[in-house]
Each structure stands twice: as structure tokens, then as C-alpha cells.
């Protein structure tokens, strides 16, 4: 296969992710987050610590507007900054307790839904599925 090729089925493949993404999430955010706060709680989740800079960049927000959302997930209780110990200049944020319980909630959902989707698969097309999952991680999307 040719890479332009290639590259054609990932384009496909990437909206595909983004509209599963989107049909295994709806009606998962809390009604007194905004999706921005959520997408951000979600981010914090899997990949904790971080720092706003992190935050900003993988999110696309600014970093004024970035620092105004996790004031906000804070003043909530839903997420904490601290210090980090080798460098007491660098703030990282981490989800709080009742954050990590309201993403918990919402994983477990998603994970339900996830597991409907792939009900009828055969364990030869899960070990499939999974070895798949590992290459575009170690391949694409490191």
C-alpha cells in the first residue's frame, strides 16, 4: 500500500475515532461543567500531573483562558494544583478526590458503553482489536 493511501484510511479513521468518541460520551458530562471543563477533566484524568502549559497545548486553548478553566474546576473542588517537589516554581494539577470520582463515574459509563460496542466480537477479533490498539499507540500516537 502506498503511503498516500495510507495516509487516506488514517484521515477516515481519525473522524471515525472522533464520532465514537462523541456517540460513547454524549450525556456523560455533569450539567455544571461545560464541555471545555469536562474535555479538560478528561485530559487531567489520563494523564496527571500536568501543567497548564500541557493543558493548553494539547487542548488548543490559550493559556489566559486555560488558567480560567482550572480556577473554576477548582473553585468546584474537581481539581487541585500543587507544587512540584524538584521545582518549587513548577504548578501541576491533578484531579481532587471528588474529581477523580466524578471521572471514575464517567469512565465506568463509557467503559459500559465501550463493551456493548464490541459485544458480539470474537476473542480472535479482540486479541485483533487489541493488537491494533497497541500499534497505533506505539506507532502513531506516542
Not at 465514537?20 to 455533569?30: A, M
Not at 485530559?43 to 478553566?69: F, G, H, W
Request: hydrophobic letters at 35%; one cysteine or more; a negative charge.
Amino acid at each position: 500500500m502506498d503511503k498516500e493511501t495510507l495516509f487516506q484510511k488514517f484521515v477516515t479513521f481519525t473522524t471515525a475515532v472522533h464520532e465514537v468518541t462523541h456517540e460513547l460520551t454524549k450525556g456523560i458530562k455533569p450539567d455544571d461543567i461545560t464541555p471545555v471543563q469536562y474535555s479538560i477533566l478528561e485530559y487531567i484524568a489520563v494523564s496527571q500531573p500536568v501543567t497548564l502549559s500541557e493543558i493548553s497545548d494539547c487542548k488548543d486553548i490559550s493559556m489566559p483562558n486555560t488558567s480560567r478553566e482550572i480556577k473554576k474546576l477548582t473553585e468546584k473542588n474537581l481539581c487541585e494544583k500543587y507544587s512540584d517537589d524538584e521545582d518549587r516554581r513548577k504548578q501541576l494539577i491533578r484531579l481532587s478526590e471528588a474529581g477523580q470520582t466524578l471521572m471514575d463515574g464517567a469512565f465506568q459509563r463509557i467503559g459500559g458503553r465501550f463493551l456493548d460496542r464490541i459485544k458480539d466480537a470474537s476473542p480472535e477479533e479482540l486479541a485483533d482489536i487489541e493488537h491494533a490498539l497497541d500499534v497505533l499507540q506505539s506507532k502513531v500516537f506516542y
